[in-house]
């Protein structure tokens, strides 16, 4: 790391540094949202099948979701490593974690495409894929795993770009990506006439755009922390503490796709194919707003962990108040929005009356407890950057599989409205997770800010 970045992560004013790393951030975190959701946007407005075809992309999402998990299991695990490492001023150690996770990168990518292609229909059908939405369904997961390669490199490595302290060249990335996904959609949906098949090409385009950007930086003289053939090996011990402490992440995004696929058969169940489809909706919103809350708390990575590793515990402290304060505010604005103003973003997916007032209606419920939930992506994400895997792990575990998934099925048993059951499980999971997330991180604090420096957790 060169002596300007070293200059910024420890000596720069907190509020002003977490900014400028964490709004290139956001605004990238943003824009790869936008890879489903302008996917969704133009899918929802073909001429007679838009609305079936919408649900059908409502099926396939929690396995894309599944797929992006693992460039967080090796990205997220393995960037905040390499900034300890070079807080500790171990560049060749950091450089080590980086080749290493580019080799994981890989195998987890040609291992998911071989397995998803030979048992996509059977998962789908699971996934609560219907005769008449496992068709499209099928279209677009077929292509879609073909960028899978593309998908795990651009998102996996950009974590770091983003951990030297390139948050820009990182916004960048993903812009570049996004940008050709918007333009290409609509030529290839509407143009072309190729329905969902164009949208999953479209992104699959876009995706190898972007990991061809991040592995240029990554090997030229640009970065601080080069892409280098004799780092590629696999390494036991390396490849173990990028696991650990990418498990909290990954657990975050895995369990996400596994929730979907309880949404979607509970509400195939009770409701049919338009409360999947209002699933959809909704589960891209809440994406959206996790993701611009975890971006921003991953601004703040960098500078915890350099400043853990290099002994500033001031700094640390200091990055740890803000970056929740912030968190928590940004979630309560959020939360707003959804409660009070559902309609305004139902409708950029779609314009049938029916699904809009349904969706409408749900969202009320099913964000309730978003209002408080930005502490707990704030809280998690400092874990992460101090190198404490085993307690970011539960509490990623905690709220999806030991509360949510347990009541999506236990609450349709106690109330006449069976879909009105399922929703409120995700306000209730919310406000038990972030609650226990909240003594958890209190009694913790001072314990994790005087103990010597553990990456394994």
Same mark, same amino acid.
């Given at each position: +790391?060169?002596?300007?970045?070293?200059?910024?992560?420890?000596?720069?004013?907190?509020?002003?540094?977490?900014?400028?790393?964490?709004?290139?951030?956001?605004?990238?975190?943003?824009?790869?949202?936008?890879?489903?959701?302008?996917?969704?946007?133009?899918?929802?407005?073909?001429?007679?099948?838009?609305?079936?075809?919408?649900?059908?992309?409502?099926?396939?999402?929690?396995?894309?979701?599944?797929?992006?998990?693992?460039?967080?299991?090796?990205? %997220?695990?393995?960037?905040?490593?390499?900034?300890?490492?070079?807080?500790?001023? =171990?560049?060749?150690?950091?450089?080590?974690?980086?080749?290493?996770? %580019?080799?994981?990168?890989?195998?987890?990518?040609?291992?998911?495409?071989?397995?998803?292609?030979?048992?996509?229909?059977?998962?789908?059908?699971?996934?609560?894929?219907?005769?008449?939405?496992?068709?499209?369904?099928? !279209?677009?997961?077929?292509?879609?795993?073909?960028?899978?390669?593309?998908?795990?490199?651009?998102?996996?490595?950009?974590?770091?770009?983003?951990?030297?302290?390139?948050? =820009?060249?990182?916004?960048?990335?993903?812009?570049?990506?996004?940008?050709?996904?918007?333009?290409?959609?609509?030529?290839?949906?509407?143009?072309?006439? +190729?329905?969902?098949?164009?949208?999953?090409?479209?992104?699959?385009?876009?995706?190898?755009?972007?990991?061809?950007?991040?592995?240029?930086?990554?090997?030229?003289?640009?970065?601080?922390?080069?892409?280098?053939?004799?780092?590629?090996?696999?390494?036991?011990?390396?490849?173990?503490?990028?696991?650990?402490?990418?498990?909290?992440?990954?657990?975050?995004?895995?369990?996400?796709?596994?929730?979907?696929?309880?949404?979607?058969?509970?509400?195939?169940?009770?409701?049919? !194919?338009?409360?999947?489809?209002?699933?959809?909706?909704?589960?891209?919103?809440?994406?959206?707003?996790?993701?611009?809350?975890?971006?921003?708390?991953?601004?703040?990575?960098?500078?915890?962990?350099?400043?853990?590793?290099?002994?500033?515990?001031?700094?640390?402290?200091?990055?740890?108040?803000?970056?929740?304060?912030?968190?928590?505010?940004?979630?309560?604005?959020?939360?707003?929005?959804?409660?009070?103003?559902?309609?305004?973003?139902?409708?950029?997916?779609?314009?049938?009356?029916?699904?809009?007032?349904?969706?409408?209606?749900?969202?009320?419920?099913?964000?309730?407890?978003?209002?408080?939930?930005?502490?707990?992506?704030?809280?998690?994400?400092?874990?992460?950057?101090?190198?404490?895997?085993?307690?970011?792990?539960?509490?990623?575990?905690?709220?999806?599989?030991?509360?949510?998934?347990?009541?999506?099925?236990?609450?349709?048993?106690?109330?006449?409205?069976?879909? !009105?059951?399922?929703?409120?499980?995700?306000?209730?999971? !919310?406000?038990?997770?972030?609650?226990?997330?909240?003594?958890?991180?209190?009694?913790?604090?001072?314990?994790?800010?005087?103990?010597?420096?553990?990456?394994?957790?």
């Amino acid at each position: +790391m060169n002596v300007m970045m070293n200059n910024r992560f420890a000596n720069e004013k907190i509020p002003k540094l977490i900014l400028s790393l964490a709004a290139p951030a956001v605004v990238a975190q943003l824009i790869n949202a936008l890879y489903n959701v302008v996917d969704r946007m133009f899918i929802g407005r073909m001429p007679g099948t838009g609305t079936i075809a919408l649900t059908s992309i409502g099926i396939v999402f929690p396995i894309i979701m599944m797929i992006g998990s693992f460039s967080a299991l090796i990205g %997220f695990g393995g960037a905040p490593l390499a900034s300890i490492k070079m807080g500790e001023g =171990k560049h060749d150690k950091a450089e080590e974690l980086l080749g290493s996770c %580019f080799s994981m990168l890989l195998i987890a990518s040609l291992g998911l495409t071989i397995a998803l292609l030979f048992f996509k229909s059977q998962i789908l059908t699971l996934f609560g894929a219907s005769p008449d939405t496992l068709p499209y369904a099928n !279209d677009y997961l077929t292509i879609c795993l073909i960028g899978t390669g593309p998908v795990l490199i651009s998102l996996g490595l950009n974590q770091f770009i983003a951990a030297q302290g390139f948050a =820009k060249t990182a916004m960048f990335t993903i812009c570049v990506g996004a940008a050709i996904n918007i333009i290409l959609d609509p030529i290839f949906i509407f143009g072309l006439k +190729m329905g969902v098949q164009g949208a999953a090409l479209a992104t699959v385009i876009s995706q190898t755009f972007s990991a061809a950007w991040v592995l240029r930086f990554l090997i030229s003289k640009k970065s601080n922390l080069r892409l280098r053939i004799r780092h590629m090996g696999l390494r036991t011990k390396i490849a173990g503490s990028v696991l650990a402490l990418g498990l909290s992440p990954f657990i975050m995004q895995s369990t996400e796709s596994l929730v979907q696929i309880v949404f979607n058969t509970s509400l195939a169940r009770y409701g049919g !194919d338009l409360y999947i489809g209002a699933m959809g909706i909704m589960s891209s919103l809440m994406q959206i707003f996790t993701l611009l809350l975890t971006s921003f708390a991953q601004g703040a990575q960098p500078i915890i962990g350099y400043n853990y590793g290099s002994g500033d515990l001031k700094r640390v402290k200091s990055t740890i108040v803000f970056c929740s304060i912030f968190c928590g505010v940004f979630g309560l604005a959020m939360w707003s929005i959804a409660i009070f103003l559902p309609e305004l973003p139902i409708m950029i997916f779609t314009n049938n009356p029916e699904l809009i007032a349904l969706t409408a209606k749900l969202m009320k419920v099913f964000f309730l407890g978003t209002c408080i939930y930005g502490l707990q992506l704030a809280f998690q994400q400092v874990f992460i950057a101090l190198g404490q895997a085993k307690v970011s792990i539960f509490i990623a575990v905690l709220r999806k599989i030991i509360l949510l998934i347990p009541l999506v099925y236990l609450l349709p048993m106690f109330f006449t409205s069976k879909t !009105d059951a399922v929703i409120l499980a995700e306000p209730i999971a !919310d406000f038990c997770a972030v609650l226990t997330c909240c003594v958890l991180f209190g009694l913790k604090v001072k314990q994790l800010l005087n103990r010597p420096l553990e990456t394994k957790g």
